[in-house]
């Protein structure tokens, strides 16, 4: 426990060297989601994928509703995590090689060489593969294009379910 705590007040003591640097950081981080939400907001509103906003939750199929999701996706990588992250490494680039001293330097990389490397607990990733096989199982009954709210749940629950299986079959 004493570890944690020296860890924490070394990273306090730290921050309240560098506040400067810190607080342009914590800046850029409420910018990155400010158009975060300002590109979400905006993706649905003008989506031709989801009817310009004007669809409902049944009006998408399982297609449409991942390609809806992929291109959002790709809309925030473009617009939001790619020109934030290079500023965010930008700056601590230049915090790192120009600002700071050399001990505080010393300091941090003394600091990551006596850390402990250990592996913590995973999911294993188990509930992704039963939704791809999910996803399988309603491609292959060719349901992909149909619109959610025309089947009833319990198609949802039984095709779930078949993906699950054939997982366990081949497990």
């Known amino acids: 426990m004493s570890e944690e705590s020296s860890e924490d007040t ?13 607080l342009i950081l914590v800046l850029v981080c409420i910018g990155f989601f400010i158009v975060f939400f300002a ?9 031709a994928i989801g009817g ?5 939750l049944t009006d998408f199929s399982v ?17 939001g ?3 934030f992250g290079g500023l965010f490494i930008l700056i601590i680039g230049i915090y790192w090689m120009v600002i700071l001293p050399e001990e505080d330097k010393a300091a941090i990389k003394a600091r990551d060489r006596k850390k402990k ?22 491609a292959v009954e060719q349901q992909w294009l149909t619109p959610i709210g025309t089947l009833p ?10 993906g699950f299986i054939y997982v366990c079959l081949i497990f």
């Open 10 to 22: 070394f990273w306090k003591g730290m921050i309240r060297k560098h506040w400067v640097g810190f």
């Open 117 to 138: 490397k250990y592996r913590k607990t995973e999911g294993g990733g188990v509930s992704f593969l039963f939704t791809i096989a999910f996803l399988i199982v309603v």
């Open 153 to 162: 749940y319990s198609y949802w629950i039984q095709a779930y379910l078949t």
């Open 39 to 47: 590109i979400l907001l905006a993706y649905v509103a003008g989506s």
């Open 63 to 79: 297609g449409t509703g991942i390609l809806w999701l992929l291109v959002l996706f790709g809309w925030e990588l473009l617009l």
């Open 52 to 56: 310009y906003g004007e669809w409902f």
């Open 81 to 83: 995590v790619l020109p």
